[in-house]
């Protein structure tokens, strides 16, 4: 079935340095999802990519789905604390005849102030 | 306020109890979703309800047995859970089950003694 693999699974950075997280699928995607669950949280929806190749930009973050539409990476530039917590990606994809939406593992982010 | 209310947000129970999750959300989809986070599987989907019909059953134990009257509640009834069950119980909903954006619930955290 659909795999989604997330890395690297921990990110420690000094603030103001910058982070990416990489997401890949073993199946082309429809689209691809991305969350984040600050410490003791819930997962919130940050965005939804769903054209080859896109990129997308919220401040300081940069979306990109790649042109094969089986990966995708999320950059954030000079972290801040606020940054804290694990980013998850989630592909959908058509499996056993309908499509379902598969989470990464996440990539937990500490950002040391 | 996320639209989709899980109580209660935390639960000690024996593991002889039986006891109830309960799941509701207001923002008019058709789908419900539990997850099952922990250390070790960071977003595990339990089951899946569209239309108040189970749609995926993630091969979850039969000690959790979930109930969706309608579109709106979702309840997670457990028995004789077992230590490794603790974990953070998440709700879920979806305009469609088709991998629509997932809005989270806040989660109910769980603990088995």
Known sequence: GQQVMQIPQYQHVQEGEDFTTYCNSSTTLSNIQWYKQRPGGHPVFLIQLVKSGEVKKQKRLTFQFGEAKKNSSLHITATQTTDVGTYFCAGEGWQGGSEKLVFGKGTKLTVNP | ???????????????????????????????????????????????????????????????????????SHLFLHLHTLQPEDSALYLCASSVGDGGNTIYFGEGSWLTVV
Request: with cysteine; proline share 7%.
């Open chain 2, 1 to 71: 306020e996320t639209g989709v209310t899980q109580t209660p947000r935390h639960l000690v129970m024996g593991m002889t109890n039986k006891k109830s999750l309960k799941c509701e959300q207001h923002l008019g989809h058709n789908a419900m979703y539990w997850y099952k986070q922990s250390a070790k599987k960071p977003l595990e989907l339990m089951f899946v309800y569209n239309f108040k019909e189970q749609t995926e059953n993630n091969s979850v134990p039969s000690r959790f047995s979930p109930e969706c009257p309608n579109s």
